[in-house]
């Protein structure tokens, strides 16, 4: 086999190799990226759905909502203070105003609380959400589960833009 024979089996095989490294033949090898959890909605201008130009009505990306760091303290014995770390939301809005919603539920412990911002239309700009610490009463259970909500709403359009239910462990 002559050198220039062997430099394109050569580089045959990398290609090959690189290929099915990357591709879906491997799972424990993954090089796309994750999906993006930001919501983007677009409508055409004035309505006219021949229209080839759209226009922006309503983005929201969630930059910090914190799940995972919720926690429980115990305060006394008959009760537990749930700690609630603020959300970070990135929107940016059309021509309506929209409300963002960032919820904090545990059912177990018959707890529920929102705080709600509204978004002016022509905004874009992260927007702060701050659920005061709450006090729960206390459980037999060692653990609860609790459910935080990221809710977008406007005139014409309402949707959930991230919801996560994690474990919360209760101190003795």
């Known amino acids: 086999m002559d050198l220039e024979h062997q430099c394109v089996v050569?580089?045959?095989?990398?290609?090959?190799?690189?290929?099915?490294?990357?591709?879906?033949?491997?799972?424990?090898?993954?090089?796309?990226?994750?999906?993006?959890?930001?919501?983007?909605?677009?409508s055409s201008f004035g309505g006219n759905e021949e229209s080839v130009?759209?226009?922006r009505e309503l983005f929201v990306s969630p930059q910090r909502v914190p799940a995972e760091t919720?926690?429980?303290?115990?305060?006394?014995?008959?009760?537990?203070?749930?700690?609630?770390?603020?959300?970070?939301?990135?929107?940016?809005?059309?021509?309506?105003?929209v409300?963002?919603?960032?919820?904090?539920?545990?059912?177990?412990?018959?707890?529920?609380?929102?705080?709600?911002?509204s978004i002016s239309p022509g905004t874009d700009r992260s927007v702060p959400l701050s659920i005061p610490d709450g006090s729960v009463a206390d459980t037999e259970n060692s653990?609860?589960?609790?459910?935080?909500?990221?809710t977008a709403e406007s005139d014409e359009v309402a949707f959930t833009v991230t919801e996560e239910t994690v474990a919360l462990e209760v101190p003795e």
């Open 99 to 117: 409300a963002v919603t960032y919820r904090v539920s545990v059912p177990e412990l018959n707890y529920s609380e929102n705080a709600t911002s």
């Open 70 to 97: 919720l926690s429980l303290e115990r305060t006394n014995t008959d009760s537990h203070r749930l700690e609630i770390p603020d959300a970070l939301v990135y929107v940016e809005t059309g021509s309506e105003p």
């Open 10 to 42: 050569v580089t045959a095989l990398c290609i090959l190799l690189v290929t099915f490294a990357a591709g879906p033949l491997v799972p424990a090898i993954d090089a796309t990226d994750s999906a993006d959890k930001s919501v983007d909605l677009y």
């Open 143 to 150: 653990s609860v589960e609790a459910t935080v909500t990221v």
């Open 53 to 55: 130009s759209v226009d």
